[in-house]
């Protein structure tokens, strides 16, 4: 599966508790460089996977928008998508069903050049 969001060397060097700080901040760019890196460690520490599912629906990240339409919400979905096991994958669908239909129309258009993570909606 390709990765479609890099991790942001800054946000590497961070510990688990800096990052989880990160993800209140008021900056939605700061919330979505943060997530995909805790992802990236969800499967190492479990705890982390509350974090990153609550910025999938939080609704402060299904409004903010990062650059042209994607929202932070997206960024936490993606990363669940790439570093989550299928328990975890099953549980962003049930999310990702309660947006609204545009919303969930957006993402999938959105991932549809990457079919491994399209295929899972």
């Given at each position: 599966?390709?990765?479609?969001?890099?991790?942001?060397?800054?946000?590497?060097?961070?510990?688990?508790?800096?990052?989880?700080?990160l993800?209140?901040?008021?900056?939605?760019?700061?919330?979505?460089?943060?997530?995909?890196?805790?992802?990236a460690r969800?499967?190492?520490?479990?705890?982390?996977?509350?974090?990153?599912?609550?910025?999938?629906?939080?609704?402060?990240?299904?409004?903010?928008?990062?650059?042209?339409?994607?929202?932070?919400?997206?960024?936490?979905?993606?990363?669940?998508?790439?570093?989550?096991?299928?328990?975890?994958?099953?549980?962003?669908?049930?999310i990702?069903?309660?947006?609204?239909?545009?919303?969930?129309?957006?993402?999938?258009?959105?991932?549809?050049?990457?079919?491994?993570?399209?295929?899972?909606?």
């Amino acid at each position: 599966m390709k990765n479609i969001l890099p991790i942001d060397d800054k946000m590497q060097a961070m510990s688990n508790e800096e990052l989880i700080q990160l993800l209140l901040h008021k900056s939605a760019i700061i919330r979505a460089k943060a997530i995909p890196t805790l992802a990236a460690r969800m499967n190492i520490e479990q705890s982390l996977k509350t974090y990153i599912f609550e910025a999938a629906q939080e609704l402060r990240n299904q409004t903010s928008v990062l650059f042209g339409f994607i929202k932070v919400s997206w960024i936490a979905v993606i990363s669940i998508l790439q570093y989550g096991n299928q328990e975890d994958k099953e549980q962003v669908k049930r999310i990702v069903e309660q947006w609204t239909e545009s919303e969930k129309q957006s993402i999938i258009k959105y991932l549809k050049d990457y079919e491994d993570f399209s295929s899972m909606f």
